[in-house]
């Protein structure tokens, strides 16, 4: 989908790069063009010296509920602590709440999905620049229950549902049966890349008795024994595969492909994204948020990210 994180660190993009979504430049806050935003490359890195911090001095981190693992799987690295003492000092408030907090000062260093129009609006009118810097890849999937024949889906179709022109698993290759197209609330890192990433400026469908509040309520929707076959929905894959993975719900193929991590790795797989590391362009150059940040995105922090179970932005690691 985007190419191009080239070298260690990705500093190009401070709130005056552009974000490439729906077809159209948008303006990550400060008023100013810029470029894109990167994405991943499979260039290897070199080695970077883990940083010292104390409990103290560690960034304040925020982010998404898919990359609380990876958090804490850096504090259990830089600070030597324990998995359930990494598990008590890392908290993520969700994508939406992570964004506020970071344009608001309360914390140092985001790990999200790409910022919504409305967290752009809000970034903008707060006078803040930011600086978004791909640290993993992700593939945004989408899921049926296990009772459901349909195995795979093409990108027009999953539009076409969405937008409402496709009501019946039977025009899709399934059961005659209504299909129950789920979404998640505005502003969630779900919805934001069910919007920029597959429906590319295509308006979704209202549909507010179908919206499902938190990526666990929509994965308990679809995997319901009980009148949930004709259910379709969407998550991200580390999410739906590692932290809440539900034995009655199967991934669906997308074109013709899988999702997995080799084909999320390549690229092949059509819907890939990222999870980036966000934080105010006036943080100083040797803020522990950016030291932090250049070791996650050298060798030892990618092969942390991978050994956590992420996809590294690096296909291999560094020497």
Known sequence: MKKGLQ???????????????CGTKTELGGGREGGTVPAPTTASVP????????????????????????????????????????????????????????????ADIIFVTEPSAEELKIAKDANVELEVVPVVKEGFVFLVNSANPVSGLKTQQIQDIYQGRVKNWKEVGGADQEIIAYQREPNSGSQTLMEQTVMKGLKLTASPRNVVYGMDGLIDSIAKYDNSSGALGYSVYYYARTMYNKGT???????????????????????????????????????????????????EGQKLAEDTGYVPVKGEAGP
């Open 249 to 299: 719900i199967k991934f669906l193929t997308i074109d013709g492909v899988a999702p997995d991590n080799k084909s999320i790795s390549s690229g092949s797989y059509p819907f890939t994204s990222a999870y980036y590391a966000v934080f105010k362009k006036s943080t100083p150059p040797d803020a522990g948020s950016r030291k932090l940040l250049q070791w996650l995105l050298g060798a």
């Open 47 to 106: 080695s970077v010296s883990k940083p010292a911090f104390t409990r103290d001095t560690f960034p304040k981190i925020d982010g998404s509920t898919a990359t609380i693992p990876l958090s804490e799987a850096m504090a259990v690295s830089v600070l030597g602590m324990s998995g359930d003492e990494a598990r008590k000092f890392i908290k993520h408030n969700t994508t939406h709440y992570a964004y506020v907090n970071l344009i608001e000062g309360r």
């Open 7 to 21: 070298g260690l660190m990705v500093m190009v993009l401070a709130f005056s790069v552009l974000l490439t979504a």
